[in-house]
């Protein structure tokens, strides 16, 4: 089964996705996820990346859609594959087509997270996420012990109230 998670930036689709996958059978493709170790890895795909999140701005749709494709051939979403942060453009989603047909697969569900900004604002401005396996938690400070994986809790630049209102700005255009 292949689901597709939509809305704004901390709506909690990246709670839920891990959620859904496991009670498919599915695997989480969350492309912020993504993005996130190639930085930390400093590979090109992350050098690329880096400016236009710290900003709060999209990454260019090739390299997005390059990413899912890629991630889709792999054994691990033979099952199925929740996807977390895609599509975010509607050239992403025309390509999102083409991607999906690749790898032989149909979207069975799309799922809306529909919350107001005034919640994401107060989400974002107090989550941390685990620099390890990226876990969100709300309500947790810098510094703690992830939950899962013993991994250090940290803020995201993105999560700063300049970047917040960009990605709301950039969500809604
Ligand atoms: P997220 O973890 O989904 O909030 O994504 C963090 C950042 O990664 C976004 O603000 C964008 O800079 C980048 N990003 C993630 N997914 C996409 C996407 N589908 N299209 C463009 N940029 C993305």
Do not use: W
């Not at 690749?102 to 107060?122: K, M, P, Q, W």
């Amino acid at each position: 089964m292949n689901i597709l998670l939509f809305g704004k930036p901390g709506a909690g689709k990246g709670t839920q996705a891990p959620k859904l996958a496991e009670s498919l059978g599915a695997a989480t493709l969350a492309t912020g996820d993504v993005l996130r170790s190639a930085v930390r890895e400093g590979t090109p795909l992350g050098r690329k990346a880096k400016e236009f999140m710290d900003r709060g701005d999209l990454v260019p749709d090739d390299v997005i859609l390059g990413v899912v494709g890629e991630a889709l051939a792999r054994p691990e979403y033979a099952r199925g594959a929740v996807l977390d942060g895609v599509v975010r453009t509607v050239p992403q989603a025309e390509g999102m087509h083409r991607v999906l047909k690749a790898s032989g697969r149909t979207l069975d569900a799309v799922v809306y997270f529909d919350i107001d900004n005034d919640h994401i604002v107060e989400r974002l401005s107090g989550r941390t996420v685990c620099e390890k396996c990226q876990t969100p938690y709300t309500g947790r400070n810098a510094g703690e012990a992830c939950d899962k994986c013993g991994g250090t809790l940290v803020r995201r630049k993105d999560d700063e109230p300049d970047a917040i209102r960009n990605r709301l700005k950039v969500y809604e255009a």
